[in-house]
Structure formats: C-alpha cells, structure tokens
C-alpha cells in the first residue's frame, strides 16, 4: 500500500535578523528615495519660485510705499487692481509687450527651423557652425544690446548709413513705435535663433532616415519631404519652442531698458513707445518705491502669460482635431 505524502505545504525558516534589517532598509528605500532624489527642485523651487509669488501676492493687496519707513503698507484689498485697469501705462506697455513679441517670435522660430534644416545636411565643418550659432545666445545681453544700439544709432549708425547709400532718410530708431519695435525684435531674434535651431536640430535627428528613403523612391523632393515628413514630426517640439518664446518674449526685460540710451532708460522711449511690462514693472517697484502697486503689476503680468500660453495650446489642440478629423 502506497505511502500518502503529506500535502501540507513547509513552514518557511525565519530570515536571520541581520537578513532581515537589510531587507527593511531595502523597501525602506525603494519607498524614501525617489523622493529624495526629486527633493532638491522642489525645495529649490518653493524658495526661489513659489515663495516670491506668494509674496508678491500678498504685497500686491496692501499699499506699500518706500516713503513709510519699512512698514508694509495697509491692506487694500483689490485697490491696486482696479487701479491698473485704469492706468494707460500699463495698457501701453501691455500692448508694446504683445507688439515685440509677436515681431520677435514669428520670424524668430521660421528662420530656426530654416537653419536648422541646413545643419542637418552633411556639411563640411558642420560642427563648427552647429557650435556658432550659439554664440549669440551666450553673449551678455548687455553687449549685444549696447553693441546694436551703435548699429541703429540715428546720425552714426552703421544701418542708416546703409539705408543713406540706397537712398533712404535717416531713421531715428528710438522715436518711433515701429521703428523702436523693430529694433528690438531684432536684438531678440539675433540673440534666441540659433538656440532654437539647435533645439529643432536635435529633433530632427531623431526623425527615421528610412522615411526620407522611402519619400525619395516615390519622387518627393527635398521641399516636399520638409513639408511631409520633417514638419509633421517637429510638430511636439515646435509647440514646446512656441510657448518657450512666447513666455520668453512676455518676460522681454534687458533688451528694451539697454535700448535707451536716455537718463531715464525705464521710461522706455520719451513717449514710453517701448516700455515693455518688465520694465514698467522695474520702474514702479524699484524706480518709485510703489512695492504694493508694483506687485499688482506683476502679478498681472503672470496672469497675462498664463492666458496666453493657455490660448496657444488651446489652439495647438484644436488643430490636431481637425488635422485627425
């Protein structure tokens, strides 16, 4: 007569202690030490992001002058508000920020994604001129602007004499809208195209060659593979560039103050034909000693940009829909 096996299963031994506190501090640490790994953004964040927006917040409901002997202020609710809705100043530099932003940005992401299309061909010494174009993104924003200053000065500007050889009167660059915010469109575009180029490049690395192969066999050309391939697969980076230069171009500061050679740079022009948001931002917090109604300002400047980066993506979005319609 067969033997029954005894079906019951077999008590598993105790783990050693010391096994035992290695395996605790094990799951102790798969469970702490991803946070501690993502710790140091956010606490470098909270001190040096979340903070001063809260605090400017604060500072934006009280009246706050540097003229009351280092008190805060009273608090006055929403005043500065309706305040700023009220105030042509801040509509005027509203609308010299949208102005440069768009004349900046437009043609800035264009001629990046032009150049870099050129830098993904083959070229001989192509890792020098992918290291030069950015070269300008570099540079201090200080030279750059002070040096075009010189470029777009009235009576001895190296453009106006160019425009004077073909003809054309002498442009006092500062004094008018357009003028002033085509200068300034250019010390932007000259400084962020070749890093927006570089960013596009590297995108375009990552695109299979074997679409290109296969768009070549059916007798597309190079215009016609940039418009079908290498665009359609930018798409995720150019909406990344787009709401980067938008906010960037919303945040507009060095340029425009550098661009007047005044006494009074802040004021952006002798009608503050290019005062920007920034710089009237700049002008009232620390140029009149108005911290509360210049905390209003900047936090109604955020709120700008939120809207519209919100706008963009919105946008971005609804035409995907209708692309996969």
Do not use: C
Not at 37 to 59: E, H, K, M, R, S
Not at 293 to 321: D, H, K
């Amino acid at each position: 007569m067969a033997v029954l096996a005894d079906a019951r299963p077999a008590q598993r031994q105790p783990a050693p202690p010391g096994r035992a506190r290695v395996s605790r501090w094990h799951r102790l640490d798969l469970t702490v030490s991803p946070y501690l790994y993502v710790a140091p953004f956010f606490v470098i964040f909270g001190v040096f992001g979340l903070f001063p927006l809260l605090y400017t917040g604060y500072l934006s409901l009280s009246g706050w002058r540097e003229d009351q002997d280092g008190s805060r202020g009273t608090f006055v609710g929403l005043a500065n508000y309706t305040r700023l809705l009220h105030d042509q100043f801040f509509w005027n530099a509203l609308k010299n920020t949208i102005g440069i932003g768009i004349i900046s940005t437009v043609p800035q992401l264009m001629l990046a994604l032009g150049l870099a299309h050129l830098l993904n061909y083959r070229l001989r010494g192509r890792t020098f001129f992918r290291m030069s174009v950015l070269v300008p993104n570099v540079t201090s924003v200080a030279a750059v602007t002070i040096i075009f200053v010189q470029l777009f000065g009235r009576d001895y500007g190296l453009i106006n004499y160019v425009l004077h050889l073909f003809g054309v009167s002498r442009i006092d660059w500062q004094a008018g809208t357009w003028s002033s915010w085509l200068a300034i469109s250019l010390i932007v575009t000259w400084r962020w195209t070749g890093y927006n180029a570089l960013i596009y490049l590297a995108s375009m690395q990552a695109v299979p060659f074997e679409l290109y192969e296969s768009a070549a066999l059916d007798g597309a050309g190079r215009w016609r593979q940039f418009r079908s391939i290498t665009i359609p697969m930018l798409r995720p980076t150019i909406l990344f560039t787009v709401i980067v230069s938008t906010i960037g171009a919303l945040q507009l500061f060095g340029e425009p103050l550098l661009f007047n050679v005044s006494q009074t740079p802040a004021a952006g022009g002798s009608q503050h034909q290019f005062q920007v948001m920034a710089v009237y931002t700049y002008q009232t917090f620390l140029g009149n000693g108005k911290y509360g109604y210049g905390s209003a300002i900047s936090w109604a400047m955020f709120l700008v940009i939120v809207v519209i980066v919100g706008i963009n993506l919105t946008l971005v979005r609804r035409l995907r829909g209708v692309e996969g319609a």
